[in-house]
């Protein structure tokens, strides 16, 4: 079972916890290759999906998740909403929640917004992206895909290269890696490395060529210009030349290595169009598994009473 009602981050979930969610969605996936891909599991849970940012994926995923395990679902979006008019988080949740829901699913642009309301509101909160600090669900998505893949992670070599600075993704992909076991090293610009990160026990590298050679998979992130107010580099065509990652890149290496992006791609920037499409490429394979982790978490978080 798992330890706490909510999933905030991965930083405070154990290697036992992760494991539990990986075996769990591991019988989801097989569900969800089945002719009929629903189970009753959910059946009297009412979950709203909360977003206050934009999303495809991930906002895709937790309802598909919430409908396979039939749940019946409700959808905010802040844009349309009474937001506009100045209602706080709080308010508006509990609004919703006066609607007898029983989860909320919660995407916002300050870190920090689902653990405050974890403390004010009885629902369980499931974070799907708090700004710039985790994204639970994508790391243990993540982390599926590289078990499925590679194995045990124990002893693996992993690296996450690109905005790290402003990446959601990449903090919790830290948390879960270091959990279990993994190397981690982080590429990038030395401008979109945060200072003392290597507190978190990982390898920085400026070095695009070596950092490829050296890794058994590498999780190539997105240049979040949205979060960016100030300039970084000189020019998305000059981070492409210094750190974006072509075919023939993955092709030359001296042993395969997985290739991995959470989406979405700016293709051309961090990754060229032949290297995402490449056989190297489990990128959609991780969208794939991105259902199953979250009718895990879903499952196990609602069966907890
Ligand atoms: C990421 C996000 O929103 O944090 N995407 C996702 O959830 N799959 C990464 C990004 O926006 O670059």
């Not at 916002?108 to 909160?125: D, V």
């Amino acid at each position: 079972m798992l330890t706490s009602p909510h999933l905030l981050g991965i930083k405070d979930l154990d290697a036992e916890s992760i494991d539990l969610i990986v075996k769990t969605a591991k019988e989801f996936k097989e569900v969800l290759n089945r002719p009929i891909k629903k189970v009753p599991s959910l059946r009297d849970v009412t979950i709203a999906n909360v977003f206050f940012e934009n999303s495809t994926r991930t906002r895709l995923s937790f309802e598909l998740a919430e409908k396979r395990l039939s749940a019946d679902t409700i959808n905010f979006s802040a844009s349309g909403s009474s937001v506009k008019k100045g209602e706080t988080l709080l308010d508006t949740v509990n609004n919703i929640l006066a609607m007898k829901v029983d989860m909320i699913v919660m995407r916002h642009a300050s870190p920090g917004a689902p653990h405050y309301l974890a403390k004010h509101i009885k629902a369980n909160i499931i974070n799907a992206g708090d700004g710039t600090h985790e994204h639970p669900t994508q790391a243990l998505l993540d982390t599926y895909s590289l078990r499925e893949k590679l194995g045990d992670l124990a002893g693996k070599k992993i690296a996450i290269i690109g905005d790290i600075l402003h990446s959601r993704v990449a903090l919790s992909n830290i948390y879960a890696l270091k959990k279990q076991g993994a190397e981690v090293r982080l590429c990038g610009p030395s401008t979109l490395i945060p200072k003392h990160i290597q507190s978190l026990g990982v390898e920085v590298s400026h070095d695009v060529k070596s950092t490829l050679a050296w890794c058994d998979a590498a999780n190539v992130l997105r240049i979040q210009l949205e979060r960016q107010q100030i300039k970084y580099f000189p020019s998305l065509r000059e981070y492409a030349q210094s750190f974006g990652i072509t075919r023939k890149m993955l092709d030359e290496l001296p042993k395969e290595i997985i290739l991995m992006h959470p989406g979405p791609i700016n293709r051309g920037v961090e990754l060229s169009s032949d290297a995402a499409d490449s056989p190297h490429s489990i990128i959609l394979d991780q969208v794939e598994n991105g259902v199953a982790i979250r009718m895990a978490v879903l499952y196990l978080l609602a069966s907890r009473g």
